[in-house]
Nanobody, 123 residues
Framework: QLQFVESGGDSVQPGGSRRLSCVAYGFTSDYYGIGWFRQAPGKEREAVSCITPGGAIFTYVDSVKGRFTISRDNAKNTVHLQMNSLKPEDTAVYYC????????????????WGQGTLVAVFP
């Protein structure tokens, strides 16, 4: 069965860091663009960042540029999102998702989704 499992979410104080991990099971993620999306309470799901099979990186949210870094380890079928200098407005459920061959910022383009992991930023 094809699936993603995310981990690493937790509560954290403003200015803190978290590293999210997304592991693919049941398929080889090497040929897929893997993206991190987030959904804050009462808001629509939005694309945060994505990494292509070739390692090109797209960041879609201006407020996370310079703070969040996406990376992939194909040997472990894993994609990470390193989040530094966290702010309360980063509070959301974070999802990883995949599409074949490249990246997209659109939820409807992504074929596989994880169940999400909650990051809560508060004093």
């Amino acid at each position: 069965q094809l699936q993603f499992v995310e981990s690493g979410g937790d509560s954290v104080q403003p200015g803190g860091s978290r590293r999210l991990s997304c592991v693919a099971y049941g398929f080889t993620s090497d040929y897929y663009g893997i993206g991190w999306f987030r959904q804050a309470p009462g808001k629509e799901r939005e694309a945060v960042s994505c990494i292509t099979p070739g390692g090109a990186i797209f960041t879609y949210v201006d407020s996370v540029k310079g703070r969040f870094t996406i990376s992939r380890d194909n040997a472990k079928n894993t994609v990470h999102l390193q989040m530094n200098s966290l702010k309360p407005e980063d509070t959301a459920v974070y999802y990883c998702a995949a599409m074949f061959g490249h990246c997209s910022r659109f939820v409807s383009d992504m074929k596989y989704w994880g169940q999400g992991t909650l990051v809560a930023v508060f004093p």
